[in-house]
């Protein structure tokens, strides 16, 4: 089951002003800078009072992510949920008939995570994550 909501992606054109922004205007503090190429992004985990962190996604050129900043523009990009295990979740999901992007759980900054499909879910693109 899910035990909270661990972080919210949010995708940006320059990740650097983008801390600025979030810095200046909500008081949220930098926990960490990493580029991870398989997924295409510069990332910047930020955390922001007790509750869920932010997870700032700048794009590498030429990435699919750059493609998607191209196509729909800044904004919210996922929704990542803590469960104790990603894969009994996506079987139990898949056996409700929801859409997978990932049939596995991969490795991910923080653990094994795997996304599910927006059209499954009302238009969010969820990301369930297990921590290591
Ligand atoms: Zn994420």
């Not at 600025?20 to 510069?42: H, M, N, S, W």
């Not at 729909?72 to 929704?79: M, Q």
């Amino acid at each position: 089951m899910v035990k909270k909501v661990d972080h919210i992606g949010i995708l940006v054109g320059n990740l650097d002003e983008a801390i600025k922004l979030y810095e200046d205007c909500f008081g949220a503090e930098v926990d960490r800078i990493e580029t991870v190429p398989e997924q295409g992004v510069k990332t910047a985990i930020l955390s922001l009072g007790q509750g869920a962190n932010l997870e700032l996604l700048e794009p590498l050129p030429g990435s699919n992510m750059a493609k998607v900043l191209e196509k729909r523009g800044e904004g919210l990009h996922h929704i990542t949920f803590d469960v104790d295990n990603v894969d009994k979740e996506l079987s139990r999901l898949s056996g409700r008939g929801i859409e997978l992007i990932d049939k596995k759980s991969r490795p991910g900054l923080e653990g094994m995570v795997a996304f599910i499909h927006p059209k499954s879910i009302r238009g969010v693109l969820v990301e369930l994550c297990q921590k290591i």
